[in-house]
């Protein structure tokens, strides 16, 4: 098998004892009380060992955070200042994207080619951001209030950056989605702690150094490492001003929850369940292999995964038989290997949940490809295609964030819709079909945060992201994503 060259200062990163948070701009947390271990789930081999932060690493970054928020040197911040810094954290997390991703590949398992794509479109989200700084934007506007002694109004509505933000992600796409919330945060001129997943977060620490390299004044950004312990600590601080989380609808409830707690301001990027509806007319070459890619890339360990597959009846058979191809053709192999077209799964744990869906799947439904664990070392599953009559199954509705699709036939463009909202979640969508008409009926009616068609879901930093129901709360990305750091001050002048 022939390998990438892991970059040498990776080896040398990872061999360092003292690996864990960064507050004010230093690395620290070589005396903590409790350490988890970071597993290379190719090969199962250990690759660090990082600590967990508990309550007086948690009140130092969020005091860190809360100064500088208070600094005239961030505060007062000019915003073409602000921008330069954003470009410049651009610039070396381009540098260093090769580092970042081999760091990538290795904690987590995924293609090291995606994984520095990650990296790259990371690098573009601080680029978008970067010139948000200097478009900020209020409103004049009229009110009828009259005023004491006949005097005029002169009356306008200003955006404020919210404060110390809280930013929670989750292991999948830990360099991009933390992107997504540090840059907008940055760019409005709040300050952040970041918790990066328990499972991948030696990426995330060693890209904290950059922020310190690019010019970031002390405690603008800090990073502290810990599991949903920590998590729950950042969470429930009564210091912060906002939370962002990404990750399960599970922890995205208590979040939402202990938020209400303190009137803390939330966004939730939360679970999903995304359907595919196939029609007959489609361009079906294309679109069975875009529905094999959108659920089998990253191992389906991707929040919009197109896993349930609505084909229809008249082409479910043939259809079928073209994903099943694409699935069996797929090669499995370490994320480092050029020719792997999927990696492992990220734990040995998410594995065995994953394999668990598999093995308890309704006896109603048909295994059609798949549907094992590869033996030998590393956490690897073969792609799964799993077929059902209709949607009342288990794996129709619940998330297993893995590579296993459900494809159920439907009779008509109405059964279609029907079985598709057919869920508690409303993250992603997608329609396949070359009339205009039916793809207009299927955007206004799919009850989801995104719809694409004739194509798979992909993030661009100017196209809003989130999801409807139990797929979570407020958007990312875009002007949306911005003004989701932002608060509005209503004032009125009398003159
Ligand atoms: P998770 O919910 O288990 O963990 C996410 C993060 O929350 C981790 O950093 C974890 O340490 C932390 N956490 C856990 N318990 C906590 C608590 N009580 N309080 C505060 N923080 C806590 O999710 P995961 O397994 O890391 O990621 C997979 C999930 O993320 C899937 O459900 C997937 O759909 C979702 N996801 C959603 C999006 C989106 O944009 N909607 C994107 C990627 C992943």
């Given at each position: 098998m022939k390998m990438y060259t892991i970059p040498k200062e990776v080896e040398s990163f990872i061999e360092k004892a003292e690996f864990g948070h960064f507050i004010n701009n230093r690395y620290g947390g070589n005396m903590a009380k409790r350490?988890?271990?970071?597993?290379?789930?190719?090969?199962?081999?250990?690759?660090?060992?990082?600590?967990?932060?508990?309550?007086?690493?948690?009140d130092a970054a969020v005091s860190a955070a809360r100064d500088a928020f208070k600094s005239p040197d961030w505060h007062d911040m000019s915003p073409d200042s602000r921008e330069d810094l954003l470009h410049r954290l651009a610039t070396l997390i381009e540098e260093k994207h090769e580092t970042i991703a081999a760091i990538l590949t290795l904690e987590n398992g995924k293609l090291y080619a995606q994984a520095k794509s990650e990296v790259m479109s990371a690098a573009r989200t601080f680029r978008f951001y970067a010139g948000?700084?200097?478009?900020?934007?209020?409103?004049?506007?009229?009110?009828?209030?009259?005023?004491?002694?006949?005097?005029?109004?002169?009356?306008?509505?200003?955006?404020?950056?919210?404060?110390?933000?809280?930013?929670?992600?989750?292991?999948?796409?830990?360099?991009?989605?933390?992107?997504?919330?540090?840059?907008?945060?940055?760019?409005?001129?709040?300050?952040?702690?970041?918790?990066?997943?328990?499972?991948?977060?030696?990426?995330?620490?060693?890209?904290?150094?950059?922020?310190?390299?690019?010019?970031?004044?002390?405690?603008?950004?800090?990073?502290?490492?810990?599991?949903?312990?920590?998590?729950?600590?950042?969470?429930?601080?009564?210091?912060?001003?906002?939370?962002?989380?990404?990750?399960?609808?599970?922890?995205?409830?208590?979040?939402?929850?202990?938020?209400?707690?303190?009137?803390?301001?939330?966004?939730?990027?939360?679970?999903?369940?995304?359907?595919?509806?196939?029609?007959?007319?489609?361009?079906?070459?294309?679109?069975?292999?875009?529905?094999?890619?959108?659920?089998?890339?990253?191992?389906?360990?991707?929040?919009?995964?197109?896993?349930?597959?609505?084909?229809?009846?008249?082409?479910?058979?043939?259809?079928?038989?073209?994903?099943?191809?694409?699935?069996?053709?797929?090669?499995?192999?370490?994320?480092?290997?050029?020719?792997?077209?999927?990696?492992?799964?990220?734990?040995?744990?998410?594995?065995?949940?994953?394999?668990?869906y598999v093995e308890k799947a309704d006896n109603k439904l048909r295994l059609k490809t798949g549907g094992h664990k590869q033996e030998g070392s590393g956490f690897y599953m073969q792609p799964t295609i799993f077929t059902a009559e209709d949607n009342n199954s288990v794996l129709a509705s619940e998330e297993v964030f893995g590579p296993v699709l459900l494809a159920i036939p439907f009779s008509d463009m109405n059964h279609a819709l029907s079985m598709a909202n057919d869920s508690e979640y409303g993250l992603s969508s997608a329609v396949w079909t070359k009339d205009i008409s039916k793809a207009l009926e299927c955007v206004h009616t799919l009850d989801a945060g995104w719809v694409f068609v004739n194509s798979i879901p992909r993030s661009d930093p100017n196209f809003p992201i989130g999801g409807n129901k139990l797929s979570g709360l407020g958007r990312e990305l875009g002007k949306e994503g911005l003004y989701a750091y932002t608060k509005l001050k209503s004032v009125n002048i009398a003159y």
């Amino acid at each position: 098998m022939k390998m990438y060259t892991i970059p040498k200062e990776v080896e040398s990163f990872i061999e360092k004892a003292e690996f864990g948070h960064f507050i004010n701009n230093r690395y620290g947390g070589n005396m903590a009380k409790r350490y988890l271990e970071i597993i290379n789930p190719a090969n199962e081999d250990s690759l660090a060992k990082v600590p967990v932060a508990g309550s007086d690493e948690v009140d130092a970054a969020v005091s860190a955070a809360r100064d500088a928020f208070k600094s005239p040197d961030w505060h007062d911040m000019s915003p073409d200042s602000r921008e330069d810094l954003l470009h410049r954290l651009a610039t070396l997390i381009e540098e260093k994207h090769e580092t970042i991703a081999a760091i990538l590949t290795l904690e987590n398992g995924k293609l090291y080619a995606q994984a520095k794509s990650e990296v790259m479109s990371a690098a573009r989200t601080f680029r978008f951001y970067a010139g948000w700084c200097t478009k900020m934007e209020g409103d004049l506007i009229d009110i009828s209030l009259k005023q004491p002694q006949k005097k005029k109004n002169f009356t306008f509505l200003k955006r404020e950056a919210v404060g110390v933000v809280v930013a929670i992600v989750p292991w999948n796409f830990p360099i991009s989605i933390a992107s997504w919330k540090l840059a907008p945060a940055l760019a409005a001129g709040c300050t952040v702690v970041l918790k990066p997943s328990e499972v991948c977060p030696l990426s995330s620490i060693y890209m904290a150094r950059l922020f310190e390299e690019a010019g970031f004044p002390r405690g603008v950004f800090n990073l502290v490492v810990g599991d949903g312990e920590t998590g729950a600590l950042l969470t429930t601080h009564k210091n912060v001003d906002k939370i962002t989380f990404t990750g399960s609808t599970a922890v995205g409830k208590i979040i939402g929850k202990s938020a209400m707690e303190n009137l803390t301001a939330v966004s939730l990027e939360l679970g999903g369940k995304s359907p595919v509806i196939v029609f007959e007319d489609a361009d079906l070459k294309l679109a069975a292999k875009s529905v094999a890619m959108g659920i089998f890339r990253n191992g389906g360990q991707v929040c919009v995964a197109g896993s349930r597959a609505y084909i229809q009846e008249s082409i479910f058979e043939s259809f079928l038989d073209m994903l099943k191809q694409e699935a069996e053709s797929m090669n499995i192999s370490d994320g480092f290997d050029p020719d792997a077209d999927l990696g492992p799964l990220v734990s040995e744990a998410h594995l065995s949940r994953v394999c668990d869906y598999v093995e308890k799947a309704d006896n109603k439904l048909r295994l059609k490809t798949g549907g094992h664990k590869q033996e030998g070392s590393g956490f690897y599953m073969q792609p799964t295609i799993f077929t059902a009559e209709d949607n009342n199954s288990v794996l129709a509705s619940e998330e297993v964030f893995g590579p296993v699709l459900l494809a159920i036939p439907f009779s008509d463009m109405n059964h279609a819709l029907s079985m598709a909202n057919d869920s508690e979640y409303g993250l992603s969508s997608a329609v396949w079909t070359k009339d205009i008409s039916k793809a207009l009926e299927c955007v206004h009616t799919l009850d989801a945060g995104w719809v694409f068609v004739n194509s798979i879901p992909r993030s661009d930093p100017n196209f809003p992201i989130g999801g409807n129901k139990l797929s979570g709360l407020g958007r990312e990305l875009g002007k949306e994503g911005l003004y989701a750091y932002t608060k509005l001050k209503s004032v009125n002048i009398a003159y």
